[in-house]
């Protein structure tokens, strides 16, 4: 049995994300043309290093004191997923944040858990008093299909900073 929780402190060891397992093999994409979704054959691979994993480690110490959020689903001590709320608000009216991962380790995709990870990160957004989440989502098929399950559309107002970290992220939004 798998728990979800908010990680209350920077109080854990670097090594949480070590057996993680981040690989994806796409081979499908969406692309954004004539403000519709378009799906386009493209290869490519993503797989963290352990040296990934550790600065995500510390970004996840940077969000905590910053004020963002952590939230992991585990079993044990084996992280089976995990969702990051950055402590910034932004918007014409202040009323978004980024949920910058969501992401579940590859052993454990197709289980429900990210669904479970997602209701859990819109919870905590709306205690943190912001009134959407905005995702810089990966392009592939299968994840657009997971966003657009949870409710997700196409960002009605588009953060430059966060689109051009990753321009062929599809950029997302949730309300609360």
């Given at each position: 049995m798998d728990t979800i929780r908010v990680l209350q402190?920077?109080?854990f060891e670097d090594s949480i994300l070590d057996s993680f397992e981040r690989k994806q093999e796409?081979?499908?994409?969406?692309?954004?043309?004539?403000?519709?979704?378009?799906?386009?054959?493209?290869?490519?691979?993503?797989d963290w290093t352990i040296e990934r994993k550790r600065e995500i480690v510390n970004h996840f110490?940077?969000?905590?004191?910053?004020?963002?959020?952590?939230?992991v689903a585990e079993q044990g001590n084996k992280v089976l997923a995990f969702a990051v709320i950055e402590a910034e608000t932004f918007g014409e009216r202040s009323t978004y944040r980024e949920l910058s991962y969501v992401h579940t380790s590859l052993p454990y995709r197709g289980m429900g858990i990210g669904h479970r990870l997602f209701v859990k990160a819109k919870d905590i957004a709306k205690q943190l008093g912001v009134e959407k989440l905005?995702?810089?989502?990966?392009?592939?098929?299968?994840?657009?299909?997971?966003?657009?399950?949870?409710?997700?559309?196409?960002?009605?107002?588009?953060?430059?900073e966060?689109?051009?970290?990753e321009m062929?992220?599809?950029q997302l939004e949730i309300t609360l």
């Open positions: 402190s920077i109080d796409t081979t499908q994409v969406l692309v954004v043309e004539s403000n519709r979704l378009n799906e386009k054959e493209d290869r490519f691979e993503d110490k940077s969000t905590i004191t910053c004020g963002g959020a952590v939230i905005y995702i810089g989502a990966h392009p592939s098929v299968e994840t657009q299909r997971f966003y657009k399950r949870m409710g997700c559309i196409i960002a009605k107002e588009m953060n430059r966060i689109y051009e970290r062929r992220d599809i």
